[in-house]
């Protein structure tokens, strides 16, 4: 399904997401390359929060450039399927073979500002990330590997040690937002 469809379905969970929807809304209307990151300004991802069959566990990669724990995802790179970028993204960072959707249902959505930074030795200027999050499951028992170009491990945490595992201020209120979101669903 489009992107815009699915926007219009979803239901914001707090302010964050309400503005958010907003912003991304309206950059869908005025900007027809925001699948590509040749949009310098702005440009969609697709992350992905990580958690095990009794959903007591996240999985997390540290990110080598905002040097600290952090979920998994990437930029849509011209594909439209965000859901399918988080899928490829979650494997490729993680190792994981079997990463199954909970949902293929929009979990989150997020306008993420990324501070200039340097990227395969090219510099990258600071720039807004709109993006899509989905909720997805794994085994902890699978083996997991590093992908040494983005992370440097792969762990997982408890669902509070995730939180306290970052070190970004500005992601802490998202992983707290995104494991409200989980208890929400654990009680359905």
């Known amino acids: 399904m489009e992107l815009k469809s699915l926007l219009s379905a979803y239901t914001p969970y707090n302010e964050?997401?309400?503005?958010?929807?907003?912003?991304?809304?309206?950059?869908l209307d005025?900007?027809?390359?925001?699948?590509?990151?040749?949009?310098?300004?702005?440009?969609?991802?697709?992350?992905?929060?990580?958690?095990?069959?009794k959903r007591d566990r996240i999985?997390?990669?540290?990110?080598?450039?905002?040097?600290?724990?952090s979920w998994t995802g990437g930029h849509a790179d011209g594909e439209q399927d965000l859901f399918a970028v988080a899928i490829r993204e979650a494997k490729e960072e993680t190792g994981l073979f079997s990463v199954q959707p909970i949902s293929d249902a929009i979990f989150s959505i997020e306008t993420l500002t990324?501070?200039?930074h340097?990227?395969?030795?090219?510099?990258?200027p600071s720039h807004l990330h709109?993006?899509?999050?989905?909720?997805?499951?794994?085994?902890?028992?699978?083996?997991?590997?590093?992908?040494?170009?983005?992370?440097s491990a792969v762990a997982w945490f408890s669902r509070e040690d995730a939180i306290a595992a970052c070190s970004e201020p500005c992601m802490i209120p998202i992983y707290r937002k995104l494991n409200e979101k989980l208890d929400a669903l654990c009680e359905n």
């Open 130 to 151: 709109l993006n899509v999050t989905y909720l997805l499951e794994a085994d902890e028992k699978e083996p997991l590997r590093s992908k040494p170009d983005e992370n």
């Open 30 to 53: 005025r900007y027809p390359d925001l699948y590509e990151r040749s949009n310098l300004v702005l440009h969609l991802t697709a992350s992905s929060w990580i958690t095990n069959p």
């Open 114 to 116: 990324v501070n200039a």
């Open 59 to 69: 999985l997390m990669v540290y990110h080598n450039i905002y040097d600290s724990w």
């Open 16 to 27: 964050q997401e309400a503005a958010d929807l907003s912003v991304i809304r309206d950059a």
């Open 118 to 124: 340097r990227k395969r030795g090219k510099f990258v």
